[in-house]
């Protein structure tokens, strides 16, 4: 199971975190992306990191930006977003394994 948590309503230039919780698996073993999908387009990767917490990778629009980080010891993975703009409006969503959870909404607005 993939659970996402902490999305919400910021200003343009606020910060959030994202929260993926797992549990069923041997989520230490696997690599976990974060994905978001903004209204009408296609689903895009943003951010992942391998199952050590090494080899990060972001997509140009978010790096500097986010942060992506996993803790193995809670079976959860985090996205740090900073600075965030109005084109990060999206939902969110954690894979790990192929399993995906609901997603959580980010919405930047003014």
């Known amino acids: 199971q993939v659970v996402e948590s902490g999305g919400g309503l910021v200003q343009p230039g606020g910060s959030l975190r994202l929260s993926c919780a797992t549990s069923?698996?041997?989520?230490?073993?696997?690599?976990v992306r974060w994905y978001r999908q903004r209204a009408g387009e296609a689903r895009e990767v943003v951010a992942t990191?391998?199952?050590?917490?090494?080899?990060?990778y972001y997509i140009d629009s978010v790096k500097g930006r986010f942060t992506i980080s996993r803790d193995n010891a809670k079976s959860a993975a985090y996205l740090d977003m900073t600075n965030l703009t109005l084109e990060d409006t999206a939902m969110y969503y954690c894979?790990?394994?192929?399993?995906w959870g609901q997603g959580t909404q980010v919405t930047v607005s003014a």
């Open positions: 990191i391998g199952s050590d917490g090494d080899t990060p």
């Open positions: 069923g698996f041997t989520f230490s073993a696997f690599p």
């Open positions: 894979s790990v394994v192929g399993l």
